[in-house]
């Protein structure tokens, strides 16, 4: 119960065939079982956006969705709804096609690097859970903090009794912006892990107008993808399922790591050719 796929579904070297792009998500979905919808954290898409999703994907297929910005302390206090209740709503109000469907895995709550481990914060956690009202959510931090030899345990114990799946990370550790990898689930059902890349001289270039190209731009070399296949198999014993997205695309390097994680996990794959697209199945990209 290992599921990968990518942040997204649009950018991708999947769609450069003749008829490939005409309905991206549906490509997509033929060859990975699982996407992180990032669009959510910039503006609430309507619940027909969300049915149009659901309708394009196989029955088995799963979406990770980012919770928009303004639920997460992103936006710097400029939320645009008229309240954090109203917000909230029209955020459930839009996903719920996917939830219906079955097709929702999780909500993930990315935290901003400034988030650090207070007992406020502590506190906006709390009221954020309560809000989603028993929808699964994941976390995950950007601020060291949280997972200090201090804090770590009380960190895991707290999410294990919210109920927050955790959100692993792979990242650069490059100061307090930063979170480190933690092998441990809090959730029997679910674990999330996302693989951001180790671009450590990038990672802290937000004053760049390109910072997010910067940031993710990295590689996952074979020995890296074999050491996470041997934590992905430690994490579903205590886990039913696992769920790993690749967020390294700012090179296009996203597909081929994820299609190469796949032959180590002994995932089968439609996609025989990561680097050279133009030998895709042609026969599959035209259906």
């Known amino acids: 119960m290992i599921k990968i796929g990518l942040t997204g579904w649009g950018d991708h ?27 959510n954290f910039y503006a609430i898409p309507s619940a027909k956006t969300f049915s149009k999703w659901v309708s394009d994907t196989p029955n088995d297929f799963g979406f990770v969705v980012k919770a928009f910005q303004a639920m997460t302390g992103h936006d710097r206090g400029t939320n645009p709804y008229e309240d954090t209740k109203s917000m909230f709503e029209r955020f459930i109000e839009a996903i719920k096609p996917a939830m219906d469907a079955g097709k929702l895995k999780a909500v993930l709550f990315q935290y901003p690097p400034w988030f650090d481990c207070t007992s406020k914060n502590v506190g906006i956690l709390r009221y954020t859970k309560e809000k989603m009202k ?89 020995n890296e993808l074999k050491e996470w296949a041997v934590h992905l198999n ?22 081929p790591n994820a299609i190469e994680l796949m032959k180590i996990l002994g995932i089968e794959t439609k996609i025989t050719a990561p680097v050279e697209v133009e030998q895709l199945n042609l026969f599959d990209l035209m259906e």
């Open 13 to 39: 070297d999947l769609y450069r065939l003749p008829n490939s792009a005409k309905n991206k998500l549906q490509t997509y979905s033929k060859y990975f079982s699982i996407v992180e919808v990032d669009s």
């Open 234 to 255: 430690d994490l579903l014993k205590k886990s039913k399922e696992v769920c790993v997205v690749f967020n390294n695309n700012s090179g296009g390097d996203a597909l």
């Open 134 to 222: 028993g929808i699964p959510c994941a976390l995950e931090f950007r601020n060291q903090t949280w997972f200090s030899p201090a804090m770590r345990d009380n960190t895991l114990a707290f999410m294990q009794r919210e109920g927050w799946i955790h959100s692993i990370v792979d990242e650069p550790q490059v100061g307090v912006g930063s979170a480190p990898t933690v092998l441990e689930p809090t959730h029997t059902d679910m674990t999330i892990v996302r693989l951001h890349g180790r671009n450590a001289a990038g990672w802290n270039k937000s004053k760049q107008a390109n910072w997010r190209e910067v940031r993710y731009l990295y590689k996952y070399n074979q």
